[in-house]
């Protein structure tokens, strides 16, 4: 209608269009997306899906041809490339609603009464510096600026006991719930201080914890612990209300290599024999129930995460109810914290990209409190640069993310609820299978759960040599000019003896940390064959691949530059067509023999074996074992060095 027309409009000929309209519309009984089409079948959709892999050179094409896409992301769970309203299930009967049983969408029932809205989560930072003050700086610093509650780690070489009530002097303890984690062997001395700082009061903020985790100490350290005093504890902790007394830390079973599944078992395993022991103790179920939080790893696979941490109330919830808990306390009280196998030590400051990942994901999947490391943590102690930005990255996505704004955000969605579920079986049948075993100090005292979490880090291992789960900064787009930023060393929570503790970028920062130990910088000769415009993409490929193992990479056309190179190892760059055939002339394979003729040691090939060309010790491809190759190198290097 043109402005014309609308001024032409009197109102009574509006209000009687206005009458014409019924007073209810007629609803359809389902809102269908794009109802003008006709609705694309499954089948069709494979059917294109197909087309592209043919294009893209797969010859032969499982069967169903979703199979080429899917991928593992824990033990026994595949994700898939397509999901549909027949792969959620009947949601209603297995999510619930936020607040009630079985708490898959979160433990908080709703929103704020005074502001309408979600509350958040409670934003924890972890201290752990020997020196009282630097450390009492570092708590007035963050709770100042945005964090709700500390997270403190008390021992020897962390805070001391004898210094926990100055660190504390300032803190306003009625507000700012206070997590307590013992530095070594034990925990029950500092349960006992900060019992002894708090007597008498009634006041404390709901949300403390003594972090009492004796089965964590096991894992780790390889010797049984004590769990017949956490009653007595307990029964002291229940005089000051929301005060718990046990941390369930799964993350000592995520940073052994574990899946999700893995973590999720275990951690109900744990939960269990502590009820065990709680109500062998004197506790009732509720007592108990109320006694327990658990702490999980957050990664950058954010679906996951976001799936492990409603799958883990569902599976607390199920605990329960065969526990006889009453319903309002089976749900399960989660402090996620972002993965320390996931943060690297070279190009630190992509673990800025990766906790902002991980914290979205925690938020997202309901966890009531969250920390995010530094990102410097795998170098030391933080400063206050990096604390600052920590604390910063979860006030981003609460102030100005709204992310607490939606109960549940991925609530609904096909792929989550699928994922969930599938978690939830596979972790559910590992926790049963370590209840068989007799429980879970049986099971660690058996290997059953070291054997299980070394075979889920050997398939994850296989992909990061593989490069299919790619390390950004590490095992792809290095940056070898980096200077690191220096921190103090941070002493270890946790004993030894157990359960390892790896990292996912670790294999390739010991090649890199091996490369800068070297008297000369170690090199790989990139010579190149064909045209620039040919060559150029396989260069960058290996450029990359041996740059991840701290290997500089000047090139050259052909054998020129070698000499000037001043190493014995190279790389042939080029296409499959300037390479030649193995029937016919081979340049590729003459430029091996000239290389070798100049002085090479060891010479490969970037492109894939079966171009079988003559003199070539080793081809690097797409999907090839790049850590074996870089480890070859290196030898090649350090023998004729």
């Not at 009531?368 to 795998?378: E, G, K, L, S, Y």
């Not at 503790?501 to 990139?526: C, G, I, K, T």
């Not at 450029?543 to 042939?572: H, K, R, Y």
Request: proline share 5%; glycine share 10%; net charge negative.
């Amino acid at each position: 209608m043109s402005s014309t027309d609308q001024q032409a409009v009197s109102p009574d000929a509006t209000a009687s269009a206005d009458a014409e309209v019924p007073a209810e519309h007629e609803v359809p009984e389902a809102l269908e997306l794009a109802a003008e089409f006709d609705a694309a079948t499954r089948d069709q959709w494979r059917e294109l899906v197909a087309g592209v892999l043919r294009k893209a050179g797969r010859e032969e094409l499982p069967d169903p041809v979703e199979a080429a896409l899917t991928a593992t992301v824990a033990t026994g769970v595949r994700i898939e490339p397509l999901y549909t309203a027949e792969d959620a299930g009947d949601l209603p009967a297995t999510v619930g609603v936020p607040g009630l049983a079985p708490f898959v969408r979160g433990s908080r029932p709703g929103a704020d009464p005074e502001t309408g809205v979600p509350g958040g989560w409670d934003v924890r930072q972890r201290h752990a510096h020997p020196d009282p003050a630097v450390t009492k700086e570092a708590i007035a610093a963050d709770l100042e600026n945005g964090v709700t509650s500390l997270w403190l780690v008390v021992g020897e070489g962390a805070i001391g006991v004898d210094a926990l009530g100055d660190v504390l002097s300032d803190v306003l303890l009625d507000l700012a719930p206070v997590t307590i984690q013992a530095a070594g062997v034990g925990g029950y001395d500092v349960a006992e201080a900060f019992l002894s700082l708090v007597e008498g009061r009634s006041d404390l903020a709901a949300g403390s914890t003594l972090g009492l985790d004796p089965l964590g100490l096991q894992a780790a350290g390889g010797e049984q612990q004590d769990l017949s005093g956490l009653a007595d504890v307990a029964r002291r902790a229940a005089a000051h209300d929301g005060l718990r007394t046990v941390v369930v830390d799964a993350t000592v079973f995520a940073d052994a290599g574990a899946s999700a599944v893995e973590e999720l078992g275990c951690s109900l395993a744990a939960g269990t024999a502590y009820l065990r022991a709680l109500t062998d103790g004197g506790l009732s179920v509720d007592e108990a129930f109320g006694q327990l939080e658990f702490r999980y790893s957050a990664s950058a696979d954010q679906f996951t995460t976001i799936a492990a941490l409603r799958a883990a109330r569902r599976l607390w919830d199920r605990v329960g109810e065969v526990s006889g808990a009453a319903p309002e306390l089976r749900g399960q009280r989660q402090h996620a914290v972002t993965s320390s196998v996931m943060t690297t030590k070279h190009d630190p400051w992509v673990n800025l990209l990766r906790t902002t990942v991980a914290g979205f994901a925690a938020g997202v999947g309901g966890a009531d409190v969250v920390t995010v490391q530094p990102f410097d943590a795998a170098l030391g102690l933080p400063d206050a640069f990096s604390r600052r930005i920590a604390r910063n990255t979860q006030s981003l996505l609460v102030e100005e993310g709204h992310l607490a704004r939606v109960l549940d955000p991925a609530g609904g969605s096909w792929y989550v609820e699928s994922l969930t579920d599938s978690l939830a079986q596979a972790a559910w049948e590992w926790f049963t299978e370590i209840e068989r075993a007799g429980g879970l100090v049986a099971a660690l005292d058996s290997g059953l759960v070291g054997d299980r979490i070394a075979a889920a880090w050997e398939a994850r291992a296989k992909r990061l040599a593989t490069r299919k789960d790619a390390i950004t900064g590490v095992s792809e787009f290095p940056n070898l000019a980096e200077k690191l930023p220096e921190r103090e060393p941070a002493t270890d929570v946790l004993p030894t003896g157990g359960l390892p503790r790896v990292r996912a970028a670790q294999a390739f920062e010991e090649l890199r940390d091996r490369a800068a130990a070297a008297e000369r910088p170690p090199r790989v000769y990139l010579a190149t064959i064909g045209p620039i415009a040919r060559h150029t993409a396989r260069a960058g490929f290996a450029g990359n691949l041996f740059q991840a193992g701290g290997l500089e990479t000047p090139s050259g056309d052909g054998v020129e530059g070698f000499a000037d190179a001043g190493t014995t190892v190279a790389c042939i760059c080029g296409t499959d067509r300037d390479y030649g055939t193995k029937d016919g002339p081979s340049p590729a394979a003459e430029l091996a023999a000239a290389l070798k003729d100049a002085g090479a040691t060891q010479v490969w090939l970037a492109g894939k074996p079966d171009l079988a060309v003559d003199g070539v010790d080793g081809y690097v491809f797409a999907g090839c074992d790049a850590l074996a190759a870089l480890r070859s190198a290196h030898d090649e290097l350090g023998a004729r060095a």
